[in-house]
C-alpha cells in the first residue's frame, strides 16, 4: 500500500462542529461539503487519527466551513448552519466605470442592479472618467462629482467610494491598477469591474458565490465578456503579480509566471453563466 501524500495545504475534519461520526468513523458532512470537495475533483481523503478515529482530510485546501467547537460554543447549535452561511459569503468590489458618454440614468441603473443583488457588493467604487472633461467644460455636460455622492448615499451598501480621473488618458487598465492599490488593506478577496452602460444580471453574484463556496473553483482571473465587463480578479492573484503594471495584461503574468496557471484562470461565464 503506497503511503498517502498529503499536500502541505490541507483541511483535517477533526473536531469539526459539522462532522458527522459513527463508530469512530466519519460518514458526512452536515453541510454536504464533502460532495461539493469530491464534485470539483478535490481529493478528500479518509485516514485514522491517534486518538482511534477516522476522519475526513481534505487535500489541498483550506476549508472555509471549518468550526471547532470553542469557536462556535457561544452560539446555539441550531443557528450554526446560518451563521456559516452568513460567515462565507464571497464579499467583493465592484469597480464601476463611469465612460465620458454615460449618462445620470445609466449609472442609476448600474446601481439600481448592485443593489438588488442577493449577495451585494461589500464596497462599490466609482471611476469617473467624466472629471477632467467636467472640470475643462466649466461643469457643464457632465454628471457633477456631488450628484455621484449623493446617489450613491441613497443606497445601503456597506461602503462606497468615488475615483476622480484626472488624467483622461489613462487606460482602464491603469485605473483599476490605481483603485486596487487605494484599497488594497480592504478585506474583500476579489473585485469585478463593470462599465456603468452594461447591464448587470440579477443572478450575477448568486454565481459568483455558488462558484467560489459550492463548486469550488480556485478563481485567479475571470477574462471579461468584452473589453473589461465581468472581469473578476482575486486580490492575491492582482498584488502577487502587480496588476497590469509596464502595460502587461494581469491575466497574462500569470499565464506566464504561475505554475498550473490555466487552472487559476477562467471565462467570466464559467463563472458566472448569467454574463453570457
Keep these: 500500500m503506497e503511503p498517502?501524500?498529503?499536500?502541505?495545504?490541507?483541511?483535517?475534519?477533526?473536531?469539526?462542529?459539522?462532522?458527522?461520526?459513527?463508530?469512530?468513523?466519519?460518514i458526512g458532512c452536515d453541510l454536504n461539503k464533502l460532495q461539493d470537495y469530491e464534485d470539483a475533483n478535490v481529493e478528500v481523503l479518509q485516514l485514522g487519527h491517534s486518538d482511534g478515529n477516522e476522519y475526513k482530510v481534505i487535500n489541498g485546501r483550506l476549508c472555509l466551513f471549518y468550526r471547532h467547537p470553542?469557536?462556535?460554543?457561544?452560539?446555539s447549535d441550531k443557528n450554526w448552519k446560518k451563521l456559516v452561511e452568513l460567515q462565507t459569503r464571497v464579499s467583493y468590489q465592484v469597480m464601476l466605470i463611469l465612460e465620458k458618454d454615460s449618462v445620470y440614468q445609466e449609472l442609476k441603473s448600474a446601481l439600481n442592479q448592485?443593489?438588488?443583488?442577493?449577495f451585494r457588493p461589500s464596497l462599490i467604487t466609482v471611476i469617473n472618467k467624466q472629471y477632467a472633461p467636467y472640470v475643462?467644460?466649466?461643469?457643464?455636460?457632465?454628471?457633477?462629482?456631488?450628484?455621484?455622492?449623493?446617489?450613491?448615499?441613497?443606497?445601503?451598501?456597506?461602503?462606497?467610494?468615488?475615483?476622480?480621473?484626472?488624467?483622461?488618458?489613462?487606460?482602464?487598465?491603469?485605473l483599476i491598477d490605481i483603485t486596487f492599490d487605494?484599497?488594497?488593506?480592504?478585506?474583500?478577496?476579489?473585485?469585478?469591474?463593470?462599465?456603468?452602460?452594461?447591464?448587470?444580471?440579477?443572478?450575477?453574484?448568486?454565481?459568483?458565490?455558488?462558484?467560489?463556496l459550492i463548486k469550488m473553483k480556485q478563481l485567479g482571473f475571470a477574462k471579461p465578456v468584452d473589453n473589461i465587463n465581468g472581469?473578476?480578479?482575486?486580490?492575491?492573484?492582482?498584488?502577487?503579480?502587480?496588476?497590469?503594471?509596464?502595460?502587461i495584461n494581469l491575466e497574462d503574468k500569470i499565464l506566464k509566471y504561475e505554475p498550473d496557471a490555466s487552472k487559476f484562470i477562467f471565462e467570466a461565464t464559467d463563472i458566472c453563466p448569467s454574463l453570457k
Design 231 to 247: 472581469m473578476i480578479v482575486s486580490k492575491v492573484a492582482h498584488e502577487k503579480h502587480g496588476g497590469n503594471s509596464f502595460k
Design 182 to 212: 487605494s484599497n488594497k488593506e480592504k478585506p474583500y478577496p476579489f473585485y469585478v469591474v463593470f462599465n456603468t452602460n452594461f447591464s448587470i444580471p440579477n443572478s450575477f453574484s448568486k454565481n459568483l458565490n455558488d462558484a467560489i
Design 4 to 26: 498517502v501524500k498529503l499536500n502541505q495545504v490541507h483541511t483535517c475534519c477533526r473536531n469539526c462542529v459539522f462532522s458527522i461520526l459513527k463508530e469512530g468513523k466519519q
Design 114 to 118: 448592485l443593489n438588488s443583488q442577493e
Design 136 to 174: 475643462e467644460s466649466n461643469g457643464e455636460k457632465f454628471i457633477r462629482p456631488s450628484e455621484i455622492l449623493e446617489l450613491l448615499q441613497s443606497y445601503s451598501f456597506h461602503q462606497y467610494s468615488l475615483k476622480n480621473v484626472y488624467d483622461d488618458t489613462l487606460l482602464d487598465r491603469d
Design 70 to 75: 470553542e469557536l462556535m460554543k457561544k452560539y
